[in-house]
């Protein structure tokens, strides 16, 4: 699986987007990116993942870079509750789900 | 609403103690997991498996033992515990197929051993 490289730390203002960016060049065709969230003291917990395509839920929007080798997690709205540690994953299609976890970022939202 | 739980959210052992850690899905997942998270290491799988009395080593399965006697039950032991193995303790479970990516974790179990 590809590895991953994300800025440390970011802040955002309370109301305003965020964007979250990460690297992942060595990225390969079946590979998936695949983005979670730890807030302090909880398990991670799955946002949003994609292949090629843009993708949006209710949580978030993905956007992945023509090349593929970088993506952006948008939060357009980001709250208080945001503030968390962001990890961007990279993994294949097969592997039983297997993720390896990097160091991610640690989103501060500011009021 | 789905849920993984885990049997203890602090537990504080002896070294040298036999440590079980239990972890309950209740969505019919195939594939279940077992991390530790450390400050400055991250999160770490220690073991894995994809079916009922299956697993598979992760990247750090020293000191460790799973068992899955059942598809929604996944346990971790610590035979004899050291300090090293002091940490915070995720479960995860996911479903097969193409949304294998998609984990659900647990609370966490954080250990001490003293």
């Known amino acids: 699986d590809a590895k991953t490289t994300q800025p440390p730390s970011m802040d955002c203002a309370e109301g305003r987007a965020a964007n979250l960016p990460c690297n992942h060049s060595t990225i390969s065709g079946n590979e998936y990116v695949y983005w979670y969230r730890q807030i302090h003291s909880q398990g991670p917990q799955y946002i949003i993942h994609g292949l090629k395509n843009n993708e949006t839920n209710e949580m978030a929007s993905l956007i992945i870079t023509e090349d593929r080798k970088s993506s952006t997690l948008i939060l357009p709205h980001a709250t208080l509750r945001d503030t968390a540690v962001y990890y961007c994953?990279?993994?294949?299609?097969?592997?039983?789900?297997?993720?390896?976890f990097g160091q991610g970022t640690t989103l501060q939202v500011k009021p | 609403d789905v849920k993984v739980t885990q049997s203890s959210r602090y537990l504080v052992k002896r070294t040298g103690e036999k440590v079980f850690l239990e972890c309950v899905q209740d969505m019919d997942h195939e594939n279940m997991f077992w991390y530790r998270q450390d400050p400055g290491l991250g999160l770490r799988l220690i073991y894995f498996s994809y079916d009922v009395k299956m697993k598979e080593k992760g990247d750090i399965p020293e000191g460790y033992s799973v068992s899955r006697e059942k598809k929604e039950r996944f346990s971790l032991i610590l035979e004899s515990a050291s300090t090293n193995q002091t940490s915070m303790y995720l479960c995860?479970?996911?479903?097969?197929?193409?949304?294998?990516?998609?984990?659900?974790f647990g609370e966490g179990s954080r250990l001490t051993v003293l």
């Open positions: 995860a479970s996911s479903s097969g197929g193409r949304s294998t990516g998609e984990l659900f």
């Open positions: 994953i990279v993994k294949g299609s097969g592997n039983t789900g297997k993720l390896i």
